[in-house]
């Protein structure tokens, strides 16, 4: 690098090593602002009722998990079977009590749907939009369930196997377990976002603004990836037999998720970012 002098003449400029502080750095995880990103944060529906019950269905699922634990070591098929229908109960009460339909929960769509509430003129309108919003609710909540389990099931069971579940042996096992991590990490998501591809990669890209769902699901996937770390341990234990670690992780890690994405990391958004520097030398 030169530098020019007034009379023309150009001298080399010595270069300096950068300070530690201005070197280069790694690819990082920072947290923004959502205020300005395409898709909004899933809010609760505007209800006293669903501020009021919203984490009991996930109180109660865990409650069960807790209380018959020793049920779910003795015999894991029998168990996950009946918990899969109490997770399917939890979830559609979720869905019907606690959330929007579809639609209104990314873009500018929220927004304008909140200035349509606040134009709205008489109490007929009011209702009107209620009944039309609990009958979508009624229709959309067990299509949302039954997409959950015939199609996020299988795809779930493949990646358990591409993750190291057993492939020729406990296969209900292995089955039941997909079924309740899909039901714990999708139904929420298909219900308020529908099936817009472009957003799912942003789910798949972890470009979602950080909501209660959002949370919940992210919370399920990394605590049954946590779950897995006692099962090859030498410790003898019967409660390290597949699926139990996992499942219990899984929901484990759902419930917190939902807690930190409602009231620590709601709105914000993980943006996996590359210094300046490093894109200039690419």
């Not at 010595?14 to 990082?28: G, N, T, V």
């Not at 029998?78 to 873009?107: E, I, K, M, N, R």
């Not at 959309?140 to 042996?169: N, S, W």
């Amino acid at each position: 690098m030169t530098r020019k002098k007034k009379g023309g003449d150009a001298s080399p400029m010595p270069l300096s090593p950068l300070p530690a502080s201005q070197s280069p750095a790694p690819p990082k995880a920072a947290a923004l602002d959502a205020d300005t990103h395409p898709y909004a944060p899933t809010k609760l529906k505007d209800t006293p009722l669903s501020h009021q019950i919203h984490h009991i269905p996930a109180a109660v699922l865990v409650s069960v998990l807790s209380l018959s634990f020793g049920q779910f070591v003795d015999n894991p098929v029998s168990f996950l079977a009946t918990h899969l229908v109490t997770t399917t109960l939890a979830q559609a009460a979720y869905l019907f009590y606690c959330l929007d339909p579809p639609g209104q929960q990314h873009g500018k769509t929220d927004v304008d749907s909140q200035a349509l509430k606040k134009k709205a003129k008489g109490k007929s309108t009011v209702i009107k939009n209620d009944r039309l919003s609990t009958d979508h609710a009624i229709i959309r909540t067990p299509l949302t369930l039954v997409t959950t389990l015939l199609v996020g099931t299988p795809i779930l069971y493949i990646l358990l196997v591409l993750h190291g579940a057993p492939l020729t042996t406990h296969l209900p096992h292995t089955a039941l377990a997909a079924a309740h991590l899909a039901l714990l990490t999708l139904p929420q998501l298909l219900y308020t976002h529908g099936y817009d591809a472009e957003l799912w990669w942003a789910v798949v890209g972890v470009a979602l603004p950080i909501d209660e769902p959002f949370g919940g699901t992210l919370g399920a996937i990394v605590g049954a990836w946590l779950g897995a770390v006692p099962i090859p341990l030498d410790w003898d234990r019967e409660w390290q037999k597949w699926p139990v670690t996992i499942v219990t992780g899984m929901y484990m890690g759902w419930i917190v998720g939902r807690l930190v994405g409602q009231y620590g990391l709601y709105g914000k958004v993980v943006a996996f970012e590359e210094h300046p520097d490093n894109r200039d030398e690419s």
